[in-house]
């Protein structure tokens, strides 16, 4: 797997100031206004503030569930709009099918998916879907979901949220073309279509998907209680533009690094998977290469390796104030020095 030549600074090279502990494990409050007892605030070995309430997990909890191994976004194959426009002006866009090329290529997809897993080398593996309820990427399930035996199913999910981009009902096709042009000029992320939704609008719904799937993570909701499996792979079934917006929000990536990345193309995926640290980084998969074709950047990959190290809860200090550049006035500081 190819590298980057630029060295990540793990969290434990950050200044003194920025990592140094609490000396004790909780933090001492004191009364309350109303004159009622303080109360005792603990800490975790990180100095993060723990409060058992907010917690996903009941406060007897002490270990936490394995986090599944992989995150496996898969766009869905090709579609009959993929190859005849003129289909949104009468078929509704939640409607449309795949084509016989499009159930090929999700069953290819589904083959790819349990070679790259087998290559883990164990026997307990399972997989959990996520899907989105148009005809096309539930025809893809169907069809990758042909490569893995009852057993290796652990569940499955319809989630609205994962939804392609709304254009607006029945698409009139010279309307459209005009619109997307309109799209370019305005920005990608910004332009809302008419009776339809801009990628601003999928980053919200995306949003809350997000928050369930940490939840579900947290919770270890993959598999029966009691059972510890840390074999687990959630395959996402989505479409082109929903599952970027989903990795820019994961990722925490700006407006014009979304803006830079390309479609994944149809029956194509991505994949996130745990690193030292149990965070989900696209370079443990992927290549440095790969990812620059995705669109990725110099600083999008430097935070990639970072996220191959460091653990969750930990923040990248670094990548907040050298990444897109939203502060002018350090290189008039580095000058002076």
């Known amino acids: 797997m190819a590298t980057l030549p630029l060295t990540p600074t793990p969290a434990t090279s950050l200044p003194f100031s920025r990592r140094k502990l609490l000396s004790s494990n909780s933090i001492k409050c004191c009364k309350n206004i109303d004159g009622q007892p303080r109360v005792d605030i603990k800490t975790s070995d990180n100095g993060f503030a723990s409060f058992p309430e ?8 002490t270990i ?6 992989r995150i496996i976004l898969v766009q869905h194959g090709e579609s009959e ?16 099918a795949l084509t016989e090329k499009g159930r090929a ?15 883990d080398g164990v026997h307990n593996w399972q997989v959990y879907f996520y899907v989105s309820p148009y005809r096309r990427t539930l025809e893809t399930l169907r069809e990758l979901a042909k490569a893995f035996e009852r057993s290796r ?18 698409q009139d096709r010279e309307t459209m073309k005009l619109q997307k ?35 579900d993570i947290d919770i270890g909701r993959f598999q029966p209680p009691g059972k510890r499996n840390p074999n687990m792979n959630l395959v996402i079934v989505s479409h082109g533009l929903t599952l970027r917006v989903f990795l820019m929000r994961w990722y925490k990536w700006t407006v014009e690094q979304f803006e830079g990345l390309h479609n994944l193309g149809n029956g194509n995926m991505v ?22 074709k995705f669109g990725l950047t110099d600083e999008m990959l430097i935070d990639q390796e970072w996220q191959k190290i460091a653990r969750p809860g930990e923040l990248n200090y670094d990548c907040l104030t050298t990444g897109p550049s939203f502060f002018t006035h350090f290189d008039d500081e ?3 020095n």
């Open 271 to 292: 994949v996130m998977e745990t690193g030292y640290g149990e965070r989900y980084s696209l370079l443990v998969h992927h290549t440095e290469e790969e990812l620059r």
């Open 153 to 170: 199913i652990a569940g499955v999910r319809e989630e609205p949220r994962l939804r392609e981009q709304d254009f607006g009902n029945f």
């Open 181 to 215: 042009a309109i799209c370019m000029l305005y920005g990608p992320f910004f332009y809302r279509f008419p009776n339809g939704e801009s990628a601003a609008d999928v980053y919200d719904r995306i949003t809350g998907f997000r928050e369930t799937l940490r939840a």
């Open 105 to 119: 290529d999700a069953e290819e997809s589904g083959k790819r998916i349990r070679e790259m897993i087998e290559k």
């Open 334 to 336: 580095d000058n002076q």
């Open 54 to 61: 907010k917690s996903p997990l009941s406060s007897s909890a």
């Open 81 to 96: 709009g993929n190859v005849d426009e003129s289909v949104y002006t009468r078929v509704a866009d939640p409607k449309i």
């Open 64 to 69: 936490r569930p394995p986090r599944p191994r």
